[in-house]
Structures are given as C-alpha cells and as structure tokens.
C-alpha cells in the first residue's frame, strides 16, 4: 500500500526530528514542502529550530520550497532518492529557493521513512 503523504508529515517526521533532533540540526535548513492533490498539503520543515519541527502551513520564510503532486510525492517517499531524482528530471518534482539545500533533504526523506 502506498503511504500516505499527510501522514508522513503530520506523524512520521514530527517522530523522527523528536527521535533524531541532532541529526536534523546537520541538516540545518527550513523547507516548505507544498503538495497538490487529495493527500497534499503544506508543510514546513524547520530543521533549523529547537528543538526542530515539521508543522503543516508555511511558517516563516523557508530557504528551499519543494512543489510535487500527491502521486508524484508518494513515489517519492516509498521509491526513495531514486524516485526523487526521476520526478526531478521529468520535471514532476519543482525546487524553488537555495537549490543546494536539495541534497540535505534525502536525510529527511529517509527518517521519515525506515523502510527504505
């Protein structure tokens, strides 16, 4: 069964920053991460504060924004950073802001996801 996006940012990453607050504070980054869709939303990842948060709404001024769909999203959490450089080259994936940032966030994706 796929995952679902909303549950992976309302409770699988609020559980691994809470888990893992050192390793978000290497991370060092705020990202906004703006999802379309029936399972979208938005989200801020703050991995900056203390201890760090991922909230729903964009909260501050995050230095990477990340837009995908819903379907787009999903494949991304369960296929990893694979599927992410895919959607990024097909143009299914838009980073807006500090683009070096976008290599800081496979950390992310992997706690929120143990699986993969």
Do not use: Y
């Not at 679902?4 to 990202?31: C, G, M, N, Y």
Request: hydrophobic residues 40%; aromatic residues 6%.
């Amino acid at each position: 069964m796929p995952s679902s996006v909303k549950d992976f940012f309302d409770r699988r990453i609020p559980d691994a920053l809470r888990q893992h607050p050192e390793k978000a504070k290497e991370v060092a980054a705020t990202f906004l991460f703006a999802i379309t869709g029936t399972d979208g939303g938005t989200w801020t990842a703050d991995l900056i504060s203390a201890p760090p948060v991922c909230q729903p709404g964009c909260i501050g001024k995050p230095q990477c924004t990340i837009e995908a769909t819903d379907e787009d999203f999903r494949s991304m959490i369960d296929g990893g950073a694979q599927a992410a450089v895919q959607a990024f080259l097909s143009g299914k994936l838009k980073i807006a802001g500090d683009p070096m940032l976008i290599s800081r966030l496979s950390w992310l994706m992997q706690v929120g996801n143990p699986t993969i």
